[in-house]
Structures are given as structure tokens and as C-alpha cells.
């Protein structure tokens, strides 16, 4: 099998590996650029420091980047809120307006007009509308395919189901909507569409003009970084929280923790305490605390191991998300029990109640922890069920050929085909 050209566009360089995006990217891309030459295409990572390191890991790996400057706007402020306005004029989501640079578009169309590029890859939705405007016309004659970490507009449609403030709800109605129209278009237009879940990929499919070209590439987990620690004591009264705090799901998942879960769980066992760890954590959170007996706030760790092998249970309150939760699978394969919503736990071949705990709602997740917390030997025969379960069916290798195979098959499908990028 020949080796493969693949361009591979994205926010930022996938590492250091502080996000489920990130480490779904990072360990599917090292193991497929021993096969083939890949190059990233991106936007300079924000955090200070980051993109220089990243640079270093991915050249070691044999994967080449090209990197534009991108001034990040802040989440806050007037002229945010402006932003979001003036997004009401758009027909694009405010994401894809917003990832979509004028420096990341001329230097995608650079790339292609110098170089050979076998298959085009989105690692994000919202970066075929970066494709498509890099190469216009020419796009209808090159493979590409588009990943779908998650479906969009189902995101915004639990926004719009969840949320109470009457402006808030009418706003997130119109992204909905608007991101509906546009991964239609994605998703029909791309010679093959990559879900997350066998779920994902049924909706696309069936409601967003998806075709039969949508292939199941599941998150993974490393099995041997991520394996029980059986001389360490776990502490059956212990929660811990993990994912990216930026992440607005996850922000609406602590927030129900902190404001209404947490709160009765710690009123009917005062030994229970909750870890919350992710990157950027924001202010409120941080301030809310400092008020609240047994929370504590970690932001960037350099190893969630620790965590995740002295906790009694980790929990994911998800009322909003879409794709499938990796930190679930992190935590089985440590043979860490599980607490979970059916959101938070969806895309996953797991069996609730054999493998880990799913409930409804806010008031059956805190009755919830509080039995994982009253029969830890329970919940540890549940995780490591779970953690056999998944060493068997969620490692990166076989998942990285999945990949592949979308790659060779999408050459393949347009072989007879001139390409656009051939220089």
C-alpha cells in the first residue's frame, strides 16, 4: 500500500493533550504518520509556549506543520457581544465565522497550488468552510472528508431545550439552525463524513443529508498509559470531575454539579468531596468554589493518573454533547467507576449497569454517588468490567485503521478524477 499525502486542517496543533479534541487527533495522526506524510494546517495555538512544543512532538513524529498567526478574541465583553450580534447577519454559525481567517484560508490555497495532496481532511466541521474557501470550484474535483467530533446542531439544539434565559434560548435556537444548514452542506458535499458513534453517524445519515459515505472512527484510549493502579488506595467518598473547562458542555455539567448535585450528595455523606479538574477553568467557577464545603478546583494538570486512581468514582453530568465522552473511557481503563447522565455516557458501546452507572437527571445522579459511595466493591466490580471491555474494543491501533481505510478508499473513489491540488 502506498503511502498517502494527507493535509489535515484544525484550530491548532493537537498538543500538549488538554482536551478530548486533542487526544483523539494526537494519537489517531502518530500512529498513521508512520504510514503516511500528513501536514497540519492550522492556527497558532493560544496558550503561550504551546505551538514551540507541539512543533518539537509532532516533527519526532514525521508530522509537518504550517501554522498561522491568529489573534484569539475574548469570550467576554462588549465586544463579544457584538460579535454575536453582528453574527445575526450571517448564514454561517458564529464558530464557523470565527475559525474561518482570511490567514488560514490563503495559506490553505498556498498549500494546495504548491503541493501534491492525495486526500484533504477537516478535523473540525466548521474547517470545510475553511477548505471551501481556499479552493472554490476546484473543491467539487478533490477528496476530502470532514470529521464530526460532534453533531453541531444537536449541541445547539440541547442549548436551545436546556437553557432558561428567553435571549439566550432565542439565540442558540437561530445556531441551531443555522449550523443544521450548514453540516447539511458538509456533509453532503464531502466524499466521506467521519462520526464518533454509531449514533452520530445515524443522524447524519437520516437527517443531515449524510450518505451512505459516513464511516464510525470511535474515540480510543491508551490502554497502556491508562491501566489500573491496583497498589494505590482509592477513596470510595472522592468524585472527580474531569474535561476541558472552556468547553461550554462541560461548564453547563459542573455548574449542575456545584449548584444542585454536589450539594445533596454532601448533605447526606459529609466525607463526600469533589475534584473538578480541566483546563481554564473559568472565574465564576473558581469563586463558587471557595463557598462550597468539599469542592475543590484544579485547572491544566500535568497527569490526570493521579486523579483518576485515588478517586472512588468520576463523574459526568452532561445534559448538553454530543460524540462520546473519552474521559469515561480514560477512567474504565484505570478500572475507575463510573457515574454518568445518558448524555454523558452516549456513543459508547457500554452497558449501563454492568460496565458503569447511568441515571436520568440531577436528582438520580445524586442518588447515584451516593450508592457508588456506599458499595465501592460494587462499583469496583461495574469498572472492572468496564475496564476489560474497553481494552478490547476501544485501542487507538485498529481504531487508526479506520482512518486509513476512509483515506485510501476516498483516493480511490476519485482516482479517475484529475486532482485540483496535484502541483
Wanted: with cysteine.
Amino acid at each position: 500500500m502506498r503511502s498517502l499525502r494527507i493535509a489535515v486542517l484544525d484550530e491548532e496543533l493537537p498538543y500538549p493533550l488538554t482536551s478530548g479534541k486533542r487526544i483523539r487527533t494526537f494519537n489517531l495522526l502518530a500512529r498513521l504518520a508512520e504510514r503516511h506524510r500528513i501536514t497540519i494546517l492550522c492556527h497558532r495555538n493560544a496558550e503561550p509556549g504551546e505551538a514551540e512544543v507541539a512543533i518539537k512532538v509532532l516533527q519526532n513524529l514525521g508530522i509537518d506543520t504550517v501554522m498561522v498567526p491568529r489573534a484569539v478574541p475574548k469570550k467576554a465583553g462588549a465586544g463579544f457581544y457584538a460579535r454575536l450580534a453582528g453574527n445575526l447577519l450571517s448564514p454561517l454559525p458564529f464558530s464557523v465565522t470565527t475559525h474561518t481567517s482570511p490567514e488560514l484560508v490563503a495559506a490553505v490555497a498556498e498549500f494546495a497550488a504548491q503541493n501534491r495532496v492525495d486526500v484533504w481532511h477537516c478535523e473540525w466541521t466548521p474547517y470545510a468552510q475553511v477548505l471551501r474557501r481556499a479552493l472554490g470550484k476546484r473543491l467539487k474535483r478533490v477528496p476530502w472528508v470532514v470529521v464530526a467530533h460532534n453533531v453541531e446542531s444537536l449541541i445547539w439544539k440541547r442549548y436551545t431545550e436546556t437553557e432558561e434565559n428567553s435571549v439566550k434560548r432565542w439565540y442558540a435556537r437561530r445556531q441551531w439552525l443555522k449550523f443544521e444548514k450548514f453540516e447539511r452542506w458538509a456533509f453532503a458535499h464531502a466524499l466521506w463524513t467521519v462520526a464518533v458513534s454509531e449514533e452520530d453517524a445515524t443522524l447524519i445519515r437520516d437527517n443531515l443529508n449524510g450518505t451512505e459515505q459516513t464511516e464510525v472512527v470511535d474515540n480510543g484510549v491508551d490502554i497502556e498509559f491508562f491501566r489500573p493502579q491496583r497498589d494505590v488506595e482509592r477513596d470510595p467518598y472522592k468524585v472527580v470531575f474531569l474535561g476541558s473547562l472552556d468547553w461550554r458542555p462541560n461548564q453547563d455539567g459542573v455548574r449542575l454539579m456545584i449548584e444542585q448535585v454536589f450539594p445533596k450528595v454532601h448533605a447526606a455523606e459529609s466525607r463526600a468531596s469533589l475534584t473538578i479538574v480541566g483546563r481554564n477553568p473559568p472565574d465564576w467557577l473558581r469563586e463558587a468554589a471557595t463557598s462550597i464545603p468539599g469542592v475543590e478546583v484544579f485547572g491544566t494538570v500535568a497527569d490526570v493518573r493521579p486523579f483518576l486512581a485515588t478517586c472512588g468514582m468520576t463523574v459526568v453530568p452532561l445534559r448538553v454533547g454530543g460524540g462520546s465522552r473519552l474521559k469515561i473511557l480514560e477512567s474504565l481503563a484505570m478500572g475507575t467507576p463510573v457515574v454518568s447522565t445518558h448524555i454523558g455516557a452516549e456513543g459508547l458501546r457500554l452497558e449501563a449497569g454492568r460496565h458503569l452507572t447511568v441515571t436520568d437527571d440531577e436528582t438520580g445522579l445524586a442518588d447515584a454517588i451516593l450508592e457508588t459511595m456506599q458499595n465501592p466493591d460494587a462499583a469496583i466490580d461495574r469498572a472492572d468490567e468496564g475496564q476489560r471491555f474497553v481494552s478490547q474494543e476501544y485501542e487507538w491501533g485498529p481504531i487508526s485503521e479506520k482512518l486509513e481505510e476512509v483515506w485510501r478508499v476516498a483516493v480511490e473513489m476519485r482516482s479517475a478524477r484529475p486532482m485540483a491540488s496535484g502541483g
